[in-house]
T-cell receptor, first 111, second 114 residues
Framework: DAKTTQPNSMESNEEEPVHLPCNHS???????IHWYRQLPSQGPEYVIH???SNVNNRMASLAIAEDRKSSTLILHRATLRDAAVYYC????????????FGKGTSLLVTP | DAGITQSPRHKVTETGTPVTLRCHQT?????MYWYRQDPGHGLRLIHY???????DKGEVSDGYSVSRSKTEDFLLTLESATSSQTSVYFC?????????????FGPGTRLTVT
């Protein structure tokens, strides 16, 4: 799978929007962009995924650049419960189901 | 939570002893995984299974073996535990929902090797 680059950490104020960036300049045409997050003392959980178009679900939005070399996970209104490590992962549908989690971005949310 | 349990949840063992961690799922998923998580390294894949008796190595498989004799159970064995294997171990299953690969994780096992 192609590699992703994320900032080690970010900080946000509660109730403010948060934009978590991810660079994936070597992404291939068949790579899907997945985002997971890991709350303290828990295993990771799925957040959202996309291929080319922007995606929305109840947890977040995913904005994908037109050239697909970067993407941004958007939390529209951060809460204290959103403090977690966020992982941006590329997965090729043809490469099996294992995911390469990398180190992710640690998001701190302050009241 | 996809019905995933891990046992034990915590274990302290001595260097050189064998250790087996168990992952149990109740929803008949074909794919199961063992990861370890250490500070500064994120999650790293140890072994995975794609069916009964079908397993393969991940990124950090040295010193670990696995077995899957039933769909619902995936065992991770440390034949002779070392201090470098002190870690939090997560089991996961995966399922596809459309084009998404969704992995669901167990609660984790904290292993300390002294």
């Amino acid at each position: 799978d192609a590699k992703t680059t994320q900032p080690n950490s970010m900080e946000s104020n509660e109730e403010e929007p948060v934009h978590l960036p991810c660079n994936h300049s070597t992404i291939s045409g068949t790579d899907y962009i997945h985002w997971y997050r890991q709350l303290p003392s828990q295993g990771p959980e799925y957040v959202i995924h996309g291929l080319t178009s922007n995606v929305n679900n109840r947890m977040a939005s995913l904005a994908i650049a037109e050239d697909r070399k970067s993407s941004t996970l958007i939390l529209h209104r951060a809460t204290l419960r959103d403090a977690a490590v966020y992982y941006c992962i590329l997965r090729d549908l043809n490469s099996g189901y294992a995911l390469n989690f990398g180190k992710g971005t640690s998001l701190l949310v302050t009241p | 939570d996809a019905g995933i349990t891990q046992s034990p949840r915590h274990k302290v063992t001595e260097t050189g002893t064998p250790v087996t961690l168990r992952c149990h799922q109740t929803e008949n998923h074909r794919y199961m995984y063992w990861y370890r998580q250490d500070p500064g390294h994120g999650l790293r894949l140890i072994h995975y299974s794609y069916g009964v008796k079908d397993t393969d190595k991940g990124e950090v498989s040295d010193g670990y073996s696995v077995s899957r004799s039933k769909t619902e159970d995936f065992l991770l064995t440390l034949e002779s535990a070392t201090s470098s294997q002190t870690s939090v171990y997560f089991c996961a299953i995966s399922t596809t929902v459309g084009t998404a690969v969704e992995q669901y994780f167990g609660p984790g096992t904290r292993l300390t090797v002294t």
